[in-house]
């Protein structure tokens, strides 16, 4: 069963930095893309950013320029480095990966990482 692994969320104040890790083990597919979405409270949950094979990263417009993605395929792995930390990016980040079986997309989700910012 694919296991989605995140780690590196927490407490930091406004302007501070943090970098989230994602590791997709037991995953024997061919991945297509890795990601971070995430989800306030009271809000739906949002494209944070997203990598796909054979294009360039895909961001968010409110963390253009603060947040950078970065994927390690022989690790099956995602990153998100965060900066200049904002109180509005407070939410549960959740890893998500996209394969692509039989023309159809799965994906798979990650259990959630809090990332608190404080003002």
């Known amino acids: 069963q694919v296991q989605l692994v995140e780690s590196g969320g927490g407490l930091v104040q406004a302007g501070g930095s943090l970098r989230l890790s994602c590791v997709a083990a037991?995953?024997?597919?061919?991945?297509?893309?890795m990601g971070w979405y995430r989800q306030a409270p009271g809000k739906q949950r949002e494209l944070v950013a997203d990598?796909?094979?054979?294009?360039?990263?895909n961001y968010a417009d409110s963390v253009k320029g603060r947040f950078s993605i970065s994927r390690d395929r022989a690790k099956n792995a995602v990153y998100l480095q965060m900066t200049n930390l904002k109180s509005e990016d407070t939410a549960v980040y959740y890893c998500?990966?996209?394969?692509?079986?039989?023309?159809?997309?799965?994906?798979?989700w990650g259990q959630g990482t809090q990332v608190t910012v404080s003002s």
């Open positions: 998500n990966v996209g394969v692509f079986l039989g023309g159809l997309r799965y994906d798979y």
């Open positions: 037991r995953i024997n597919y061919n991945i297509r893309s």
């Open positions: 990598v796909t094979s054979g294009s360039s990263p």
